[in-house]
């Protein structure tokens, strides 16, 4: 059983930054895929980003390719997600991810998630 608990929402003015951390439980993080999703008001749930077993391996949705980055500490079980050069449009609810096997695009195969926090940009 994995426990996951995101951090460092909040209100930021567009080309600002912010960066969210997921917290993670379990002994075994290290082998798990964690993703970043998000939900923006309104709309469904899109794929941000995911880092594989091994921190080289990261993947980007084109809207945020450039200015997200993904990475993860492994002695701290944690995963970030740096933003950078924010827009309105990245309103949304983020969500981390984790799951021991699958490691792509889809949040349906994902296993374990967090509870989301909240990510406002102003224009």
């Known amino acids: 059983q994995v426990q996951l608990v995101e951090s460092g929402g909040g209100l930021v003015q567009a080309g600002g930054s912010l960066r969210l951390s997921c917290a993670a439980s379990?002994?075994?993080?290290?082998?798990?895929?964690m993703g970043w999703f998000r939900q923006p008001p309104g709309k469904e749930r899109e794929f941000v980003a995911v880092?594989?077993?091994?921190?080289?391996?990261?993947y980007y949705a084109n809207s945020v390719k450039d200015r997200f980055t993904i990475s993860r500490d492994n002695a701290k079980n944690t995963v970030y997600l740096q933003m950078n050069s924010l827009k309105p449009e990245d309103t949304a609810v983020y969500y981390c991810a984790a799951d021991p096997l699958y490691s792509g695009y889809d949040g349906v195969l994902y296993h374990y998630w967090g509870q989301g926090t909240q990510v406002t940009v102003s224009s």
């Open positions: 880092i594989r077993w091994s921190s080289s391996n990261t």
């Open positions: 379990g002994r075994t993080f290290s082998s798990y895929a």
